[in-house]
């Protein structure tokens, strides 16, 4: 991606029958497909390929929250507030494989290897687990002290696909961690009020570029080394809180109660002078 691939993006598929609020969104790694979370307790897998969904999965009485494939297919990480938990999740059974106790409100992201998961909770807190052996606790702790006063905890974390950054999403602010450290690096706003609707945030494939929904409902794209404003999107009817950017095409999912994903507009993108 660059900066004239990010300004022609339009909207390529939307789709919204059928759907309550969305609140997570992940894409598989390997795979032409992408999996929702929504507020009916329902697990959405799309083939993105075909433009299509291919299965509905329930998550019962858990409630999830934030939602990310591991690097198989096969098996999702979601964290749930209603019981305070990160449970591991098998697709091709539909039944929860382990499951991890947690404090206060996680939020859940698996790194692009599929060993390190990490875990936010409260007052800025994001604990990182092996996840070979994430019976055994945390191996490393991290405090991003200008949430430790907050209770609202992280909306969304996510390692960037080189595994050097950790994005954490608190209430209009945006947080980019040394992975390694747990040092913040940049920080950006998105406009969202305190105790407004938790948003979510992605990083490009490439590591250069960050995007969030934002207050105006339109979705933002700003260049990460810069800070500087590259694109926005129009086309939410409501605040599109669930974001994520795919690692095999050139595709962006975003949404609200309607899920939209994002491609380039050949058209546009073929009159605009290098």
Request: charge should be neutral; aromatic fraction near 8%; charged fraction near 25%.
């Amino acid at each position: 991606m660059d900066d004239r691939v990010l300004r022609s993006m339009g909207i390529g598929k939307c789709f919204k029958e059928g759907h309550h609020r969305i609140n997570s969104m992940d894409f598989c790694r390997t795979e032409d497909l992408l999996v929702t979370a929504g507020d009916d307790d329902s697990i959405r897998v799309y083939d993105v390929a075909r433009g299509m969904p291919v299965d509905t999965l329930q998550s019962r009485k858990y409630g999830v929250q934030n939602i990310c494939f591991t690097h198989s297919p096969d098996c999702i990480v979601y964290a749930s507030r209603k019981d305070k938990t990160v449970r591991l999740w098998d697709v091709r059974t539909n039944i929860c494989q382990g499951c991890l106790q947690v404090p206060g409100n996680p939020t859940a992201t698996i790194d692009q290897q599929g060993l390190v998961f990490a875990v936010a909770v409260e007052s800025g807190v994001i604990k990182l687990y092996d996840l070979r052996s994430y019976d055994k606790g945390p191996f490393d702790t991290f405090t991003v002290e200008e949430e430790k006063a907050s209770a609202a905890g992280f909306a969304d974390i996510k390692f960037s696909n080189n595994g050097n950054l950790l994005m954490a999403v608190a209430e209009g602010r945006i947080y980019l961690l040394d992975a390694y450290k747990g040092s913040v690096i940049k920080r950006f706003a998105n406009g969202i009020p305190e105790a407004g609707s938790p948003v979510e945030a992605a990083i490009t494939a490439d590591n250069q570029y960050l995007l969030s929904g934002c207050d105006d409902r339109a979705i933002r794209v700003w260049h990460i080394d810069s800070g500087r404003e590259v694109a926005v999107w129009q086309g939410h009817a409501q605040l599109p809180a669930c974001l994520r950017v795919s690692n095999r095409r050139v595709m962006v999912a975003s949404a609200c109660a309607a899920l939209v994903l994002w491609i380039p507009n050949l058209q546009i993108l073929n009159s605009m002078a290098y």
